[in-house]
């Protein structure tokens, strides 16, 4: 079983930055890839960033050169450094992990709303 932890959300104005964490806890040995997901309202989930386990990284096309997303593997703990922030960057943003099993984890989820 796999425990995934966000923290670092919350209210930041237009062109601030934020830094989201997510604490992985449990059997993480298997880990492929981490990444952010993100959910506004009234709208679907989508990709916001993922992270291989050799470094790889992908970003979605909104938020590349804005966002950075990294990986602490001596503290299991994955970052979302989010610069520019822009009010469609409002949403909860969940934290993922999909194993080499193929099987998929979601943290809770974290609010972050950027006002204009």
């Known amino acids: 079983q796999v425990h995934l932890e966000e923290s670092g959300g919350g209210l930041v104005q237009a062109g601030g930055s934020l830094t989201l964490s997510c604490a992985a806890s449990?059997?993480?040995?298997?880990?492929?890839?981490m990444g952010w997901d993100r959910q506004a309202p009234g709208k679907q989930r989508e990709l916001v960033a993922d992270?291989?386990?050799?470094?790889?990284?992908y970003y979605a096309g909104s938020v590349k050169g804005r966002f950075t997303i990294s990986m602490d593997s001596a503290k299991n703990t994955m970052y979302l450094q989010m610069n520019s922030l822009k009010p469609e960057d409002t949403a909860v943003y969940y934290c993922?992990?999909?194993?080499?099993?193929?099987?998929?984890?979601w943290g809770r989820g974290i609010q972050v709303t950027v006002s204009s």
């Open positions: 449990g059997s993480i040995f298997s880990a492929k890839t």
């Open positions: 993922k992990m999909l194993t080499t099993e193929s099987a998929a984890y």
């Open positions: 992270i291989s386990r050799g470094g790889a990284t």
